[in-house]
């Protein structure tokens, strides 16, 4: 079965060699290319990792290839939004994921990785929600501090941002538009309002 591997560590100091060798020397896949970068996967985002996004678009350019190989599941996304969007989307192109401290493939049909595959969704979900509630726990407590302390909160008074701005800072939203995702979903994974959504939307149909 034909596959790629895509590996990473955090910092130029630490080696790659490891992680390919573990994963080639397992039986049952025939590998066809390696992807491998040097980038912390807390700081830099999804989009702006070359590596990741070059093995995503050769596997989507190449569906001979069947399987992505990781080390880990934590080589994939920079927080769990990433990876449960990851996920998803290799679910919806019936691409199988082979996580090798785990020793599972991911969308494999095997009765037995399914169940592994449900559980680790599952709880990959449950930290995306736990980090978007302490995400707001900690911009509400912010928001408080600052009030407590006299300053202003929010957007200057008479301030307004331009549509440039304000889709530059919104380009994980427009990704998920583009992918068809319902709103419901690019708030879970994105941790903002409807209201920012909508008017994302908005401003790219004024660009089309």
Not at 51 to 66: G, S
Not at 70 to 83: D, K, M, P, Q, Y
Not at 130 to 157: D, F, W
Request: with cysteine.
């Amino acid at each position: 079965m034909k596959s790629v591997i895509y590996t990473r560590v955090s910092s130029q100091g630490q080696g790659l060699s490891r992680q390919i060798n573990d994963i080639k020397k397992v039986e049952g896949f025939e590998v066809v290319k390696v992807f491998s970068e040097k980038v912390s996967g807390f700081s830099v985002k999804m989009e702006d990792r070359k590596q990741l996004q070059a093995m995503l678009r050769y596997v989507t350019e190449n569906p001979d290839i069947k399987v992505i190989q990781v080390h880990e599941i934590s080589r994939l996304g920079r927080n769990t939004f990433e990876t449960l969007a990851l996920l998803k989307k290799f679910e919806e192109q019936r691409i199988m994921l082979y996580i090798h401290n785990l020793n599972i493939t991911l969308n494999a049909g095997n009765p037995k990785d399914d169940i592994f595959s449900k559980l680790i969704v599952t709880i990959v979900s449950d930290l995306a929600r736990l980090e978007s509630e302490q995400l707001s726990a900690r911009i509400r407590s912010g928001i408080q501090e600052r009030k407590r302390q006299g300053l202003h909160t929010g957007r200057l008074v008479g301030t307004i941002e331009s549509k440039e701005k304000f889709l530059a800072k919104h380009k994980d939203i427009q990704k998920y538009l583009v992918q068809g995702m319902s709103y419901s979903e690019i708030k879970r994974l994105c941790r903002c309002g409807m209201s920012t959504i909508s008017k994302v939307k908005e401003h790219l149909a004024e660009k089309a």
